[in-house]
């Protein structure tokens, strides 16, 4: 499976941004998809998560209320709405899949998924 990432870019603090991670293959539904971002000098930190097959979505505490990730089948493509965005919210961000169910304790560990879209930069200035 392939996924790229696209929709990044430079937006002010409180604005709102939308990145896009398109699979290559199969059916995105069946794919647990995540979101993870990494800031210069840190660590990569899972963001949201959406599991196979289900509706409802894991967020991280610091982008809760904040992001949604969603997918849309038809375009076997996952987003991240970003919303309120903030400068601590800048990275690069990354979109990781993996085929079947990661159970929930497991969703924000990066060794969980195979996948790895290149990254797309948000930059949030103040």
């Known amino acids: 499976v392939q996924l790229q990432a696209s929709g990044g870019g430079l937006v002010q603090a409180g604005g709102s941004l939308r990145v896009s991670c398109a699979a290559s293959e199969g059916t995105i539904s069946s794919l647990t998809m995540a979101w993870f971002r990494q800031a210069p000098g840190k660590e990569r930190e899972g963001v949201s998560f959406l599991r196979n097959y289900e509706s409802n979505t894991v967020n991280a505490d610091s982008v809760k209320g904040r992001f949604t990730i969603s997918r849309d089948n038809a375009k076997n493509t996952v987003y991240l709405q970003m919303n309120s965005l903030q400068p601590e919210d800048t990275a690069v961000y990354f979109c990781?899949?993996?085929?079947?169910?990661?159970?929930?304790?497991?969703?924000?560990?990066?060794?969980?998924?195979?996948?790895w879209g290149q990254g797309t930069q948000v930059t949030v200035s103040s």
């Open positions: 990781a899949a993996r085929k079947g169910r990661v159970i929930i304790s497991a969703l924000r560990a990066i060794e969980s998924y195979h996948y």
